[in-house]
Nanobody, 119 residues
Framework: VQLQASGGGSVQAGGSLRLSCAAS????????MGWYRQTPGKEREPVAA???????NYADSVAGRFTISRDNNPNTVYLQMNSLKPEDTAVYYC??????????????WGQGTLVTVSS
């Protein structure tokens, strides 16, 4: 199973972008979908997550500006980013917490998509 992220790009401060991440291949059960971001020299940090029942969580730095959503068919997660700030500049990674066919927990990562916000 692979996760393919897309939608990154360059935008001016105050602008918007929408990230998508789609899974290819069979997944027995997706428990949580999320987005992380990373800047050079810093650890990867959680941005937003959505659980199987639709509950969402956001980092304080993006709450009120970003919205995470999902489609179950196909297995895709989105991140709508509004009112972007230069400090949102990062490589964004999607992340699925899944249960495999053999009932084992596993974490899947996408390849990352770069978001650049200029002032």
């Amino acid at each position: 199973v692979q996760l393919q992220a897309s939608g990154g790009g360059s935008v001016q401060a105050g602008g918007s972008l929408r990230l998508s991440c789609a899974a290819s291949g069979y997944i027995a059960r997706i428990n949580v979908m999320g987005w992380y971001r990373q800047t050079p020299g810093k650890e990867r940090e959680p941005v937003a997550a959505i659980t199987r029942d639709g509950s969402t969580n956001y980092a304080d730095s993006v709450a009120g500006r970003f919205t995470i959503s999902r489609d179950n068919n196909p297995n895709t997660v989105y991140l709508q980013m509004n009112s972007l700030k230069p400090e949102d500049t990062a490589v964004y990674y999607c992340n699925f917490g899944v249960t495999t066919y053999w009932n084992k927990p596993e974490v899947l990562w996408g390849q990352g998509t770069l978001v650049t916000v200029s002032s």
